[in-house]
Each structure stands twice: as C-alpha cells, then as structure tokens.
C-alpha cells in the first residue's frame, strides 16, 4: 500500500512558476513509476508526467516542466515554469508498477487527493 500527499499548489500569474512536490509512505517507493496527472474543471483527467529511469512529458508541457523524484526522501516533484491559464486544474500524483500504460489511467496503480493550482491571466 502507498499512500501519496501532495503540496505546493496555489494561486500564480501567467508566465510564473510553481513547484509542486508528493511525499509517498511505504518501503517500496523505488519499485513504482511515479508522475503526475491533471483535471482541468470539467474535463478528464489527463497525464502530465511520469519518471522512473527516465522522464517522460504530455506534449503541451514540455520544456516547461520538469519531473524529478528523491529515491531517498520517497518524494517526486514537478517543477512548473512560463505557466499558462490553461495548465489550471487540479494536479495529482500518481504511482504505479512498472510496465503500465500511463495514458490509460485506469491502471494507475495509487492516486493522491490533488492540489489545486490555478493560473491567471
């Protein structure tokens, strides 16, 4: 069992930055594929970014944020920059086994329950 809890969202101006981080419980954090996912109000849930050896990122948010994890600290960040009114939503992290489809968010295996981040324009 993993639990994930997430920190960091808020309130920020177009063209800021924000860095959100997850603290995951349990002794097998190393085990998992960690990322983040998004919901914009209304819409689904969509994948933003995963790392496990490597990274990986949605299209519309590459080169603007970074994921990263601690193996030692059981934490993964994502580092948000040149923010968008379009990349509101509420941001969750994710946790799932090696080998699962991360477009498919059914076979996410754990889920936090989110933070908000909302960019005005």
């Known amino acids: 069992q993993v639990q994930l809890v997430e920190s960091g969202g808020g309130l920020v101006q177009a063209g800021g930055s924000l860095r959100l981080s997850c603290a995951a419980s349990g002794r097998t954090f190393s085990t998992y594929r960690m990322g983040w996912f998004r919901q914009p109000l209304g819409k689904e849930r969509e994948f933003v970014a995963s790392?496990?050896?490597?990274?990986d990122y949605a299209d519309s948010v590459k080169g603007r944020f970074t994921i990263s994890r601690d193996n030692a600290k059981n934490t993964v960040d994502l580092q948000m920059n040149s923010l968008e009114a379009g990349d509101t939503a509420v941001y969750y992290c994710a946790a799932a086994y090696y080998g699962r489809r991360w477009s498919d968010t059914s076979a996410i295996d754990y889920w936090g329950k989110g933070t908000l981040v909302t960019v005005s324009s």
């Open positions: 790392i496990g050896g490597s990274a």
